[in-house]
């Protein structure tokens, strides 16, 4: 399986991407792309802005790993995450999963597997900015809040870590 | 021993990272976290609700039961939000 793990402040080209993971091959029935973009609002809430901090050494070896994990599930001939840090504005891309499988279930499955996995372990931490400052705030500039973690993403990476006959067994 | 913060962990305690050197008596991440809160108000706040901290040894994830002994890097962190 090829892979690539790329963390970078640039946009990236999620057609370039995919692309270059399937040309030329014939033994590839099946890309899953997925790309996570800025939304414009958080909760109903105007968003200025939205910086990703992360820890530079560990995220890639996170990722890498994880990435690794999902070539020991599922019969994946390359696979492609990208994520972006720094500051984006709303309707900028964040991050960048693509999957080749020579069927689709596994291309599927592999790429949610992965991005349940880069919300909840990737050591990346997301602050929003909203426009103008709290109201009375003597600091002035765009308010910034960092972003809870959901626990609906801890539920959604956990149901990865059920033994995979058993997962299918229950549903 | 290098410790490492990240997000609201590094602005309550106002650096990215700092060289330190511990007690023999720390011998897990979660003495490590009891003793950080108290070098100081600072500490103190980061560390507050221990439970919600993340923690990573030489860039693997760990629980807080983990030893730390031969830690070369030891980060700090809140739940991670990326994706």
């Known amino acids: ?171 | 021993m290098k410790l490492r913060y990240f997000a609201w962990v590094r602005e309550r305690i106002g650096k990215p990272e700092e060289e330190i050197e511990l007690p023999a008596a720390v011998a897990t991440v979660a003495d490590l976290m009891s003793w950080l809160a108290g070098r100081g108000e600072q500490y103190a706040h980061a560390f507050e609700n221990p439970k919600v901290i993340r923690a990573a040894i030489d860039r693997a994830h760990v629980r807080p039961d983990a030893a730390i002994v031969g830690a070369r890097e030891i980060a700090f962190f809140p739940p991670m939000t990326g994706g």
């Open chain 1, 1 to 171: 399986m090829s892979a690539t793990v790329r963390l970078q402040r640039d946009p990236f080209d999620a057609a370039t991407e995919a692309a270059k993971l399937s040309r030329g091959r014939t033994d590839i029935g099946a890309v899953v792309t997925f790309t996570g973009i800025c939304r414009g609002d958080e909760s109903g809430r105007p968003l200025e802005a939205m910086t990703l901090e992360h820890y530079p050494d560990m995220a890639e070896a996170e990722i890498a790993r994880h990435v690794e994990a999902a070539g020991r599930r599922w019969p994946l001939l390359g696979v492609t995450v990208i994520h972006r840090f720094g500051r984006l504005t709303p309707g900028e891309d964040i991050v960048l999963v693509i999957t080749a499988a020579a069927h689709r279930q596994d291309a599927f499955a592999a790429a949610e597997f992965l991005m349940d996995y880069l919300k909840t372990r990737a050591p990346f931490w997301k602050q929003v900015e909203y426009a103008g400052g709290k109201t009375g705030s003597q600091q002035p500039g765009n308010e910034k809040i960092w972003v809870d973690a959901k626990q609906s993403d801890d539920a959604l990476a956990d149901r990865w870590s059920k033994p995979p006959g058993r997962r299918e067994a229950a549903e």
